[in-house]
C-alpha cells in the first residue's frame, strides 16, 4: 500500500448535527500530519460530478458549532450502479484523492464498502445519523442534539397541555427504530411510548386510558414514525374515537429534529471519532467504522455496523416510561 | 359604586407565554393594596363551576418564567348562554369577587364585556394571546415568545435545507392573521410569505421560483395556517408539481409556538398590564382592555378590542421579505 | 449631488445581535436597486488600512441568524484625528465608495458626522448597540437579545438561589444607563434593581433586607455595571457584612450578554432600518441615524442622536420592581 | 431486617439538574411498589430539623424537566457531629422512615455511610453533582447539562471574540477536577484548557501565543476555577503582560452552570438511577451509591464512590484540544 498523501472527506445521507465538528476535527487532525485534505460536496452525487475543493484550517473555523454539513448531503442513484461507482474513482484520481473519510448512516457505509472492494480505496467511516440505530457505537453523531431538541419542543407542548388539560401525541423520527422515541419518551415522562418494535403499545395505551388514573392534567404519548399501528395521526384518531371525552391533539415534530446547534456530546464524539478516522487511515486501516463504545475508540467493519442496533436498556426503558408516569 | 375588596383572575381561551407573568403582576399588586385576589381556574368554565381558590404571594412565586397558565384555560359553551352567565355570576357572588381581570382573547373580551354590561361586574382585560390581532395594543402577551419560537426553529430547518438543498414550505399560526408570518417571514429570511390577507402571495411564489434565481441554495416559505390558498400540505402540493425538480418539504409547526418560557418583552409586558388592570380597577374604570400603544398604558374598550388589527409596517414588511430575500 | 453608486457597510464599536441582519439587509437592498456594495472589515480601523471587499448576494446568505458581525469590528485612535480621516477619505476614495451606512453606537456616529462634516460623505447610521441608550429610536438592534440572555441566565440562577435559599447579586452591562438592568429585572422577579440614574437604590435594598418579609425562599438583586454605589463584588461586601446570616452570591454576566443569535426583534428591527439606510441615501438624506420610534422609521441628526435616552415608563418600572417583588 | 415500608428522599451538597428527575423517579418507583415517600427538605439539615413531608404522585408532577432540587440542599455542620447525627436518626424514627435514598456527591455519601453505619439505616445514594467526580458512574446527574451550558455561553463569547479578534480566558467549575473544562474545550474549539491535574498547560499556552499561528482571528482558554496557576483572572493578567499586542479579555460563567432544564442524558440517567435505587432497597441493598457504567447499572460502596474519579479518555482528549485547534 502506497503512503496517503490526500484524505478526501464528505457527508452523505440525512444531515446530522455534529457533522461540521467531524469535518473539522478530520480537516485539522490530517493537517496537523502534513496530510492534504479535501472536501467533496455533496456526498457521493459531488464525488461523480467533479465537486472537490482543498480544504485548509480556515475552511473549518467557527464550524465547530453549526447545524448542518457545510460539504451538503445528497443522494446518489448513480453512484448504486457499477458505471456510477468507476465515474467517482476516476474524479478521486483526478483530483488525487487517495483516501476518505465518510460521514454517514448504514446506506453511506454500503457505498464506502463498495468503492473499497471494487477501487481499493480506503476508507473509514464516521456514525453521522440522527437514528443511533447502528452496531459499533453507542451513539451516532447527532442523536444526542436531536433528543433534547425533542424533549425541549415537548417541554413547551406539555405548558399547552397543563394549561388545557389535553392528551398530546407527539410523533418523532426513527422509521425503523424506536430509540428516539424511547428516550424522549422516558426524559419527557410521557405515559407510553409507541414504537416500531413493540405491538403491545397501543393495546397499553387504550388500557391505560381506560383503566388508569382519571385525575391527570397533562398527558404525552410519544410515537416513533415508524410505529407499525400507524403515525401520529392514526394513532390519534384511534384515541379520539375510543375517548370522545379526552381532548387530544397531534403534533408531528418533523424536521427540526435533524437541525440546530450540536450539543457538547456530539461535538466531543464527532472531533473524537473524526481525529481517530485519520489516525486510522494513517495506521493502514479500511473498510471500517470508527465509534465509541464503553468510552474507547471502537473499528467496525462496515458490513457488520450496517445492521441495526437493538441497546441493552430498552426493556428496562419502556417499563420506566410505564413506571414513572404512573 | 362600592369599593373594590376582592378582585378575581383568570384565563381564558388559548393559553399564551406571558399569562402567568400577567397573573403574578394582578395577584402581587392586589396585594400591595391590600385586596385580596381569587384565582378562578379554567376561565369561564370554572368561574361558573365554582373553581375558585385565594391568591396570596407564594401563590404566584417562581412562576413568571414559565409558559402556559398555572390557572389553566378552557372554552365554555356555557358561559354563552344567559343561563350560564347567571350561573357565574351567582359563584362570583359566593365567593366575594366583586371585579375581575380577564386574560385572553377577543373572545374572552366578549364574555367580559357580556358579565359588565348584564350585572354590572366591573371587568379589566388583558390581551393574551400568541396572534397580536388587538386592536388596543401593539403587542398582546405572547406574540413575541411565539415568533422566537418560530425562527429558532425555521433556524433548525435551515440547517437541513441548506445541507440539501432544498425548498421548506413552514406553515405557522395565525387562523386570520398574517402577522406571525409576515413577521418570522422577514426574521427568517423567507423568500415569501403566504398570509390570509393576501391573494397575490402564491403567485408571487410561483413567479419567482419561475424567473428568481436559481443558484439559491435553500428557500424558506412561510405559510400562515389560515391562507387562502390552503396550507403548507397544499401548497407544497401546488410546488411540486409545478417545480418537480426542486426538493420541496414541508414542516407544520403546531402546537409548540404556543408553549415555553416568555422571552423579556413579554414579561415585562404581562408585568406591566397585570400592574395596570389593578390599578384601573381601583381607579373606577372597566370594561377595557390594559394595553401598551408607544410605550404608554392605554385602556380600550372591550367592543373595540374585539375587533382585528392590521399594522402599519405590513404593507412594508411583505417588500422587506421580497427584496431581502431576493 | 452626484448620485450614488457604491455604497459601503460596516460595523463599529461593541457588537452587537443582529448587526449582521442590518449588514445584509443593507447589502440586498443595494443591490435590489442596482448599487454596487462594499463591506468595509473592521470599522474606521479598516477603513483606514484599506480592508474593502465587494459584497455580493451570497455574502450576506445565510448570516440573519448569526451574533458578532461577519465584518467585524474595532476601536481606531487614528481616526480620532484629521490625519486619520483624511486616510480614510482617500481609501473611500479609491475604492470608489460615495456613501455609507455605518452600524454602532454614539462613538460611530461621532466619526460619521465628521467624515460627513470635512468631506461630504453622506452617511446614514443604524443604531446597533446592546445598551439601547441612542435618542431617535426605542429601541437598538441587539438590545432585545441581550435582555433575554439576561433572563435566561438569571432564570438558571434562580434555580440554585431557590435550591439554596440564597441572594444573589447579578451584573449586568449598562457603564451609563440602567436600561438593561431595570428590564430585565421587571422580567426575572428581582427585588431591587440598583442603577447609575439612582442613588437611593442601595438604602431601598438594605431597608427590604432588613424590614421585609422574611421567608422568601430567594432574592435576585439587579446591578448595573456602572452603579455609582459599586459593581456587584462591593454591593456583595455591603450586604454580606450588615446581612451575615443571608447566603449572599455574587454573578457577573459578563460577555455573554453580547453575543449569541438574534431575537426575532432585533432581526426585524435591524432588516428594516438596513432598507431604510439605504433608501434614504438613494433619496439624498444624510448625517442622521434611522430608528424606528412608535412604529415608524425616523430619522435623527447624527449630533441629536449622539445624547442619551431617558426612556418614558422607567419611573414606573423601578415601581414596579418594588411592587411585583414583594 | 425488617421489610421497609418508608422511603425517605433527599438532595445535599451543591443543587444539579436533573436531581427533581431522580426525585421523581424515587418516588413513583416508590409508589407503584406500594411504599409510602417520604421527602426531606433542606439535606441532613432538614433530616435534624424535622423538615418531613409525605409526597404522592402529584408531589413529583411537571418537575422532570425544571433544574434545582424541589427538595432544596443545605450544607449542615451539625449532622458531622455524633450529637447530630443521633438528632437525624430520632427524626427518621419519629416521621417512621426506614430507607433513605441520598441524591448528591461524595460528602453526601460521607454523612449517608455514618448514617448507616451508626444507626443501620439502609441508604442508596444517586451521583447529582455537576463535577462528574465520582468513581461507581460514567457521568453524574447534572454534568450534561452544565457541559451544555457551558458551551452555549462560550458560543456567545465566540461571536463577540471573532468580531474583535480577541482572546478570552473563560472560566469554569471544577475545583479538582479538569472534567468540565477538557470536555468543554473540545467541544468549543478552545486553544489550550487550563486544569487542575497539569503543570504544563500554562507553559503551552504561553509557548503557543509565541510560536504559533498569528493569523487567528479568535482564541478562546478554558480555565478550570481549581488550575493550580491560578484562576482566569491570574491567567488573563501574565497572558496580557507577557502579550499586550493581544486583545484579551476575562469571562468567569459562574453560577449559570448549576441551572438550568436538565439535558434529556440527565433526565434519563437520573431517571434510571432513581428507579434502580428503590428497586436496590427493596432487595435489600444498601451502603452503596447507583451509577451507570457501560449503559449497566452498577452499585458502588459508598467509601470507594467517595474517591475522585480520572476518566479513560482525558490524555487524549488534552491533545485533541491541542490538535483540533491548530
Known sequence: MSEIKNIGVFTSGGDAPGMNAAIRAVVRTALYHNLQVTGIRRGYEGMINGEYEPMNRKSVSNIIQ???????????????????????YYQLKKHKVDALVAIGGDGTFTGARL????????????????DNDLIGTDYTIGYDTAINTVINAVDKIRDTAESHDRLFIVEVMGRDSGLIALRTGVASGAEVVLIPES?????????????????KSSRIVMVAEGDREGGAFEIGN?????????????????????????????????????????????????????GIINGEITFTPFDQACKKNSHKLDANMVKLVEILSL
Not at 453549526?66 to 467517482?88: C, D, Q, V, W
Open 66 to 88: 453549526r447545524g448542518g454539513t457545510i460539504l451538503k448531503s445528497a443522494r446518489s442513484e448513480e453512484f448504486k450502479t457499477p458505471e456510477g461507482r468507476k465515474l467517482a
Open 199 to 215: 405491538t403491545e403499545d397501543l393495546p397499553a395505551l387504550l388500557h391505560r386510558l381506560e383503566h388508569g388514573r382519571k385525575d
Open 115 to 130: 468503492l473499497g472492494d471494487e477501487y481499493g480505496i480506503p476508507v473509514i467511516g464516521l456514525p453521522g445519523t440522527i
Open 238 to 290: 384511534i384515541v379520539k374515537e375510543k375517548f370522545p371525552q379526552i381532548d387530544t391533539r397531534v403534533s408531528i415534530l418533523g424536521h427540526i429534529q435533524r437541525g440546530g446547534k450540536p450539543t457538547c456530546m456530539d461535538r466531543v464524539l464527532a472531533s473524537q471519532v473524526g481525529f481517530a478516522a485519520v489516525e486510522a487511515l494513517k495506521a493502514g486501516r479500511k473498510g471500517e467504522m470508527a
